[in-house]
């Protein structure tokens, strides 16, 4: 049975950093492209960051390149997002998700319709304050 667990969330200030962590079982984690969605009230759950399973790719959305960071240890089935100067508008459930790759990988398009996602964590929650 597969799981993929979250951890990390918080509340913070704007202008500080946060670092989530997935970890994923009863999956080869290396054959899968994992990612980090995010949803906020009232909004659609949107692609934050993605990786392919040799870390070969990754995808950030625009309103968080620069500030985030994402990488992951298939060694520990981790998965991580490292996330600098946040803002208000960061503020939101994140969400780890699992995709299975196969040959083929696309990471932006595997992080931009999260219909194709085949695992998701329950989720933890990221407030920022101004």
């Known amino acids: 049975q597969v799981q993929v667990v979250e951890s990390g969330g918080g509340l913070v200030q704007a202008g500080g950093s946060l670092r989530l962590s997935c970890t994923a079982s009863g999956m080869a984690f290396g054959n899968y492209l994992m990612g980090w969605f995010r949803q906020a009230p009232g909004k659609e759950r949107e692609g934050v960051s993605c990786i392919s399973g040799g870390s070969l790719g990754t995808y950030y959305a625009d309103s968080v390149k620069g500030r985030f960071a994402i990488s992951r240890d298939n060694a520990k089935n981790t998965l991580y997002l490292q996330m600098h100067s946040l803002k208000p508008e960061d503020t939101a459930m994140y969400y780890c998700?699992?995709?299975?790759?196969?040959?083929?990988?696309?990471?932006?398009?595997?992080?931009?319709?999260?219909?194709?996602?085949?695992?998701w964590g329950q989720g933890t929650q990221v407030t920022v304050s101004s």
């Open positions: 998700a699992a995709r299975y790759q196969g040959v083929y990988t696309n990471v932006k398009e595997y992080c931009t319709e999260p219909h194709l996602i085949n695992y």
